[in-house]
Structure formats: C-alpha cells, structure tokens
C-alpha cells in the first residue's frame, strides 16, 4: 500500500504561461500550483474556497481546483466600437484576498464563467465588453475634450466597476494612440471589399462552431450563472447603500423581496427543451427559452454595474440609481417568465 | 418626463400620407409592443416584427413598458416608407429621442437589427422638414445622434452648432464622411485640401473648410494623406465662423480618433490656428446659452470656448447637468 503523502507534487502541466497570456487554469487534484500563483477550489455547487500557501492541491470528489497568477497584467480596451484608433492601456491585478468578504468576488467569476482555463484575451474582451455597456447607458462618461474632472470620475467608476464585476484592480488606466496598430482606413476599405459581393454566405461566411448560438449550452451556462451570482448580488444590494430615508427603506426591501422571488424561480427553472414532463419542447421554444436566459445574463451584469455605482454615489443619486435598479429588476422577472414559459403566445395581449 | 402620446407622419410618394401614432403605458404584464393597421394583422405583425429588430440596437432596455402603435389607414400594397416612421415614434415615446426628433419620416430597411435604413420611397420628391431614409439622408439610426454606423464602409459623424440669430436661428448640423483613400502605388502624396469635398456649398465656404480640416489633420499628426472626405451641411443659411469646432469634431469622431458622446456634440468655436489645436472664442454668448438650454438632451456634450467660462449664465452648467448634458470650455482639442 502506498501511501499518499510519499507521492510528489506533480508539475502542473503547460503552466508557464500563467502570468503572461492565461490567469488562470484548472490543474490536476494533486498537484502543485506553480510558484507565484495562488489556487481556488470550485466545488460542484459553486462553492469556492482559497487554498493559502498549500504546497499541494487537495481536491475532493467533484471539484474542480484552478490555480492563477495575480498578474500584474496589461490589456489595451476600446472603450467605442466606432472609435478604433482611441484605446485605454490598463493595467490591473488580482490583488490579495479581502479579509472582509465572505466570497471574493473573483473567486466567484472563476466559478461562474471560466470553464477550464482563462486565457487574458477572453478576460479582456469582457472587460471592454462591460466598459462599453456602462459607457453607452450612462453609467460611465468619458465624452470628447474630457476635462481632468471628468477623466477622475471616469477612472474611479471604472475602478469600482471592475472590481465589483470582475475582481480585478485596475493599477493604471492611461489614454493611448492605437494608431501604430489599427488603422481604421484599412478597416473600413476591407469593409467595402467584403461588401459588394454578398452571394458567398455559403462556407466562410458562417460562423465558426465556436461562435455559433448552442441554445442548449448557452442556457446552461446562463442559468449557472444567475444561480450563483443572485444571492451574491442581493449580499451587495444590502451592503452597498444604506437607505436614508423610510422611504428609501421600504424601496430597498421591495427590490430584495423581488430578487428573491427570482432567485427561488431560477433554483427552480423548468428543463430547457422539456414543455412539461416527458413532453418535448419544439425547437424554436428552446432558442425562444435560451435567448431569454441569456438576456437574462445582461441585467446580471448591469447589476454587478449598479452595485459598482451605488458604493461610490452620494445621497443626491441614490434616488436615480434605485429607479434604475428597479428597471434591471422588472428585466430579470420579465426574462426568468419568458424562460419559464412554453410558448411566446402565452403573454395576456 | 416624455409625452406618452407621440405622432409621426409618413408621406408616401403619391402625395398622401400616414400617420403613425405610438402611445406608451405601464406594461402589467401584456406583451412589449404592440402593433395594429387596420384591415392588415398581417402588416401589423411585420409592423411589430420591425420594432423588435430595430430596438435590438439601443443600449438598454425597459420591460416595463408596452409602447401601442398604429397606423390610420391601411398602406398601399408593397409601400415600405412607415418602418422608419415606426421605429422613430417607438424610440420618441420611450424617450430614447427628443420628441420633436422627427415629425415625419420616410424609410424602410432589410436590416434593422444593425440599425441601417437601406433607403426611401418618396422619388426625387423632397419637401420641408423630413427625415428620409437611405444613402444621402439618414443611412444609419445612429446619425440622429451624430454617431458613425459601426458596420458600414464609409464612416460618417455629425456635430451640431448653434446658430449666431440665436433665438430662432436653431441649430445646424455638419456631417463629415470619410472614405479610405486609395492611392496607387508610385502616385506622389496628394494635397490634403484636395481630398476634401463640400458639395453644395459657395466657394468661399468650401475653402474655408479645406483649410480648417487640412489644418486640424496637421495637429492630429496620423490623418494626413489616409482620407477622402465629403462634408455636408444642414439646411438653411448661416454666417460667421463658430461652425469650425463643430467642424473639427466631427471629423475627428468620423476618422475614429476621439471619444465619442452619448448623445450628440454641440459645439460652437473657431480658431485661427487648427494646425495647434487651438479653439478661438466666437460671439453670441447669451442668446447661444439660451438656445443650449432649450436644445440639450440626456447624453449631449457641449464644448464651448475657454474664454466663455467667465462669461457663462449664472447656473448655466448646472441647469445642463440636471437635463443630462455635459459642457467643457475647452482652449484645446483633443484629450485633456
């Protein structure tokens, strides 16, 4: 019989490029996690936990362990799609564990959107993504000739917006030329290139399997995430404004109730391609139930985004931003109904 | 608070017109939208088909309202004109435009979903103050609020300027479009102001144009000798100088080069050194400062002369944040 603790650590396998182009990937129970980089277990129900300074990745049955590198790492955003030669070059790291939070809220990203591993790429395209989001709702302003005012607000409301979305802490965010790289006039002649002829749609023209809309894939990794992150986003609601007034307080508590309603309806989410049991759901109804979660995934993100925004406003803005948390609520109920329904026909017209 | 009853007419090519009128209220639980043109449930359901792809283009979405729309009588078979007319009224009565935005409109699409409107179905007919869709007008839902069409092969930007009568002069609008310039490979670098076109416009002015953009691609430092550019201007005459920074800025937002508003820019500036990047101060504060009042919506970005700052209304800045808008008094272009 030999005994576990005489094996060694097994290396974790193409791990070097942790740091540099992947923050984090899954490594084999067992195995160490390469130096510099800290290790988060994922249980099956979406539990995380840190392993400090293990020498050895304990895992137990069923969970998953990804090991990351703090960073610091750099990504060059597009803060307007229509603007390709402005671009933001920030910096930001996954700093040391909060010692307040109960979860750290990227342990929690990890958890609910990494599959496998997390290529800095993919990190930053979301990270452009929400920064867009918030840019053209109002939520963040960098408007042209920004003046040193504006600019501040614009960096801590990016600040606060990371961190509450993605767990990262933005070191430096400076505005840069994309000139030397981009060159929109070449983008826009390819444009007119491709467009004159629109008869080949046949073989390049579709999407990769990749990129295709999986309903059955998307749904699932949809409803994970509203099934792990609501609780966490109502913890927030609680934490980050302290109501005034009475009547901010009955506000607050309304919003929280209706969350909660969500929440138990999302535990609780009929299978996708199931009209009731054992009788199957055409397959239009499935994509119908698959685009709902997923538009249900946008109000989870403007969510966390509203957070970010509530633990930086004054007074003067609370009332605003309840009325807007009040919208991206009826949003989440109207999706988690259509995903629930069997038929688009069955709203009363 | 937006009106919840919106009207915009649609004149058809025959010289009749419709009207479309969309009306929002508390959703409680019935569908989105809903459409109704009498005799028609067919048109009514291309009708509602229309708005759902076209809302697929705004930023953010409210379930909780149900917006009704209906036309007062039946189209002609195979007349397409009333979709603009739709998505603009479902866009006004949500608040997502200004509700004098588009009193009429023509225009219809295959691709709403992008937001472009392929063109229009009035003929070479062109009568007073509408909005016609399609190369030439109104090619992309975005340009009512001066933005570039993200997918198209020529980019183009408007900025507005208050007009110098002030009171009831309004405002104009200069749009810039820039298409890549192909240049063969032993041709000799062109003459930037060559590039430069403003059609219907008196020579003196397109002059002034050529030398105002030529010069504020100099201080850009990566726009010379990229760009053929078209510059058009709104309806209606004007004088004077303080259309140049809306000028500028339009261009820089056509050429990718700038942070781009929310809403529209408005700007009023002139310089006698673009090549530096320098904005001049112009005349008119007060009746200008009024109109920016009356004009500016949530999202728009106001850039004004530095040497304004002192000058400004009492509250004027204020005023402009509570309706939404930002002003910056700027003495430079560019970012800081």
């Known amino acids: 019989m030999r005994l576990g603790f005489f094996k060694r650590a097994a290396p974790a396998v193409d791990a070097c490029e942790l740091g540099r182009t992947v923050v984090a990937l899954t490594l084999p129970a067992g195995s160490a996690p390469p130096s510099g980089c800290q290790a988060v277990v994922v249980g099956t129900d979406g539990r995380t936990r840190r392993l400090q300074a293990a020498r050895r990745i304990e895992a137990r049955e069923g969970e998953t362990a990804y090991a990351f590198h703090p960073g610091p790492y750099t990504a060059d955003l597009q803060p307007f799609e229509t603007a390709p030669e402005i671009g933001l070059r920030t910096s930001f790291a996954i700093d040391a564990p909060d010692p307040q939070a109960s979860q750290q809220r990227f342990d929690l990203y990890l958890s609910s959107e990494v599959t496998v591993r997390l290529e800095l790429a993919a990190l930053a395209a979301a990270i452009e993504a929400a920064l867009r989001h918030e840019l053209a709702t109002g939520g963040l302003e960098l408007p042209p000739c920004t003046t040193l005012d504006e600019w501040n607000a614009f960096r801590q409301g990016l600040n606060q917006l990371l961190y509450m979305r993605f767990g990262v802490t933005v070191d430096d965010c400076v505005p840069v030329d994309l000139g030397d790289t981009r060159d929109y006039a070449r983008e826009l002649g390819q444009r007119a290139q491709a467009a004159p002829e629109p008869a080949p749609v046949t073989e390049e023209a579709r999407p990769a399997a990749a990129e295709r809309f999986e309903p059955a894939l998307e749904d699932a990794k949809a409803l994970r995430r509203l099934f792990l992150e609501l609780p966490c986003l109502m913890c927030g609601l609680r934490l980050a404004a302290m109501p005034a007034a009475q009547e901010q307080f009955h506000r607050q508590q309304a919003l929280l109730q209706r969350l909660d309603l969500v929440s138990v309806g999302v535990n609780a989410m009929p299978a996708l391609a199931l009209a009731a049991p054992g009788q199957a759901l055409p397959v239009d109804e499935q994509l119908r139930r698959a685009r709902h979660s997923r538009r249900a995934c946008v109000s989870l993100d403007e969510a966390w985004a509203l957070l970010a925004r509530l633990r930086q406003a004054g007074e003067a803005a609370l009332a605003q931003l309840y009325g807007e948390a009040e919208r991206i609520v009826a949003n989440l109920e109207a999706d988690c109904a259509g995903r629930r329904s069997v038929s688009s026909d069955e709203e009363t017209p | ?336």
């Open chain 2, 1 to 336: 608070m937006t009106p919840d009853t919106v009207r915009c007419r649609c004149p058809l090519a025959d010289g009749a017109s419709l009207t479309v009128t969309a009306t929002r209220r508390p959703r409680m639980n019935r569908a989105d939208v809903k459409c109704s043109v009498p005799d028609d449930a067919r048109l009514a359901g291309r009708m509602q088909q229309v708005l759902r792809l076209a809302r697929l283009t705004e930023a953010s979405f409210d379930s909780r309202d149900q917006v009704v729309l209906s036309i007062d009588r039946r189209p002609p078979e195979g007349e397409r004109g009333w979709e603009l007319a739709a998505v603009l009224a479902d866009r006004m009565v949500r608040g997502l435009l200004r509700p004098d935005a588009a009193l009429a409109a023509n225009g219809w699409s295959d691709a709403w979903e992008r937001g472009r409107v392929d063109g229009h179905t009035l003929g070479a007919m062109q009568a007073g103050d509408i909005v016609l869709g399609g190369p030439g007008g109104l090619p992309h839902l975005g340009l009512l609020s001066g933005h570039a069409d993200p997918s198209a092969a020529v980019s183009s930007a408007r900025a507005w300027f208050p007009l110098h009568s002030g009171v009831e002069g309004g405002m104009g609008w200069v749009e810039v479009s820039v298409h890549p310039l192909a240049r063969g490979a032993g041709q000799d670098a062109v003459e930037e102001e060559q590039t430069i076109a403003a059609p219907d416009q008196d020579a003196a002015r397109q002059l002034a144009v050529r030398q105002v953009l030529s010069g504020a691609r100099h201080f850009d430092g990566r726009a010379l000798g990229r760009w053929r550019s078209v510059v058009r201007f709104s309806a209606g005459e004007f004088a004077g100088r303080s259309w140049e920074l809306a000028l500028v800025m339009a261009d820089r937002l056509a050429r990718g080069r700038d942070f781009v508003p929310r809403g529209r820019l408005i700007a009023s500036g002139c310089s006698s050194a673009w090549h530096a990047g320098r904005v001049d101060t112009v005349d008119g504060v007060n009746p200008k400062c009024a109109l920016l009042l009356r004009e500016a919506g949530p999202g728009d970005r106001i850039l004004l002369p530095r040497a304004w700052q002192e000058q400004l209304p009492a509250g004027f800045a204020e005023q402009l944040r509570m309706q939404g808008a930002s002003l910056a008094c700027v003495e430079r272009i560019g970012i800081i």
